[in-house]
């Protein structure tokens, strides 16, 4: 059983920064695909980074990237996002998500298909205002 619990969320002011986290429970001896995508009302899920356990590797939006980062804890089982340099288009429910891998398909494929995360938490809010 995968669970995922986020934290982090705030309202910030234009070009200010955040930190998500996210609590994984996750079994440690299996990969997984581990990332973040994001929900604004009325539009489509948005992958946002992604990160591949087995090996670190990471991938991003065009987006975001340059002003996101994403990475782990494994000690502490948590995932985070951090968010630099944030602009209103940023304001968004975001999520963590998971995925157990499999050799036949890269992480990266979770950035233009967030919908394909099997696992997700319940959210938490990124109000940017200008």
């Known amino acids: 059983q995968v669970q995922l619990v986020e934290s982090g969320g705030a309202s910030v002011q234009a070009g200010g920064s955040l930190r998500l986290s996210c609590a994984a429970s996750i079994i440690a001896s299996r990969r997984h695909c581990l990332g973040w995508f994001r929900q604004a009302p009325g539009k489509e899920p948005e992958g946002v980074a992604v990160?591949?356990?087995?090996?670190?590797?990471?991938y991003y939006a065009d987006s975001v990237k340059g002003r996101f980062a994403i990475s782990q804890d494994n000690a502490k089982n948590t995932l985070y996002l951090q968010l630099d340099s944030l602009t209103p288009e940023d304001t968004a429910m975001y999520y963590c998500?998971?995925?157990?891998?499999?050799?036949?398909?890269?992480?990266?494929?979770?950035?233009?298909?967030?919908?394909?995360?099997?696992?997700r938490g319940q959210g938490t809010q990124v109000t940017v205002s200008s």
């Open positions: 990160i591949y356990t087995g090996g670190g590797s990471v």
């Open positions: 998500a998971a995925e157990p891998w499999e050799i036949y398909y890269s992480c990266a494929s979770y950035i233009d298909r967030p919908r394909l995360f099997s696992y």
